[in-house]
T-cell receptor
Framework: AQSVAQPEDQVNVAEGNPLTVKCTYSVSGNPYLFWYVQYPNRGLQFLLKYITGDNLVKGSYGFEAEFNKSQTSFHLKKPSALVSDSALYFCAVRPGNNRKLIWGLGTSLAVNP | NAGVTQTPKFQVLKTGQSMTLQCAQDMNHEYMSWYRQDPGMGLRLIHYSVGAGITDQGEVPNGYNVSRSTTEDFPLRLLSAAPSQTSVYFC???????????????FGPGTRLTVL
């Protein structure tokens, strides 16, 4: 079965430190990979995507993610965390030639002042 | 642009009642979808549409109907509400690039539904 895993329910990091939110996947074909962020009581917002090309993609709010085909991972990173980055982060994957996304269960990021 | 709008923001229903959650987008997106979000279960796709007159089921379609008569609107109907349908519902839209429907999705603010 095709799946997306976000192995950490919660990540805690101090403000100013680098952060990583992990995502691994198991899908067929060449996937499209996405990260979304959800602030409390809000809808999801698109952060970044990988479709093809450079394995390191840059997105909104200083976030970036690295596509690793051999490890089937797409980890979200930021060099210096802000308290305002505290939110719920979702990884989503579209299997090759498919019209549906497979979603991870989300990782709650808490950035402590 | 207003983006993706959803009404109502909050709704309380009694078991057995029916209602329609409204979703509209002004970005001329072909693809629209409905998700429900429940604690610990992430986002689950209910129904989706790739254009006016075309709809298809997602992973949790039972108890819900959709139609797509225009590009802009994609209402979700609950036929006979059940407590298991208590959830937060999100509508999303996405543009088509060539033959590819799937790029980033734009989400509405959500409807919080409680069924008593």
């Amino acid at each position: 079965a095709q799946s997306v895993a976000q192995p950490e329910d919660q990540v805690n990091v101090a403000e100013g430190n680098p952060l990583t939110v992990k995502c691994t996947y198991s899908v067929s074909g060449n996937p499209y990979l996405f990260w979304y962020v959800q602030y409390p009581n809000r809808g999801l917002q698109f952060l970044l995507k990988y479709i093809t090309g450079d394995n390191l993609v840059k997105g909104s709010y200083g976030f970036e993610a690295e596509f690793n085909k051999s490890q089937t991972s797409f980890h979200l990173k930021k060099p210096s965390a802000l308290v305002s980055d505290s939110a719920l982060y979702f990884c989503a994957v579209r299997p090759g030639n498919n019209r549906k996304l497979i979603w991870g269960l989300g990782t709650s990021l808490a950035v402590n002042p | 642009n207003a983006g993706v709008t959803q009404t109502p923001k909050f709704q309380v229903l009694k078991t057995g009642q029916s209602m329609t959650l409204q979703c509209a987008q002004d970005m001329n997106h072909e693809y629209m979808s409905w998700y429900r979000q429940d604690p610990g279960m992430g986002l689950r796709l209910i129904h989706y549409s790739v254009g006016a007159g075309i709809t298809d089921q997602g992973e949790v379609p039972n108890g819900y109907n959709v139609s797509r008569s225009t590009t802009e609107d994609f209402p979700l109907r609950l036929l006979s509400a059940a407590p298991s349908q208590t959830s937060v519902y999100f509508c999303a839209s996405s543009y088509k690039a060539g033959t590819d429907y799937f790029h980033e999705q734009f989400f509405g603010p959500g409807t919080r539904l409680t069924v008593l």
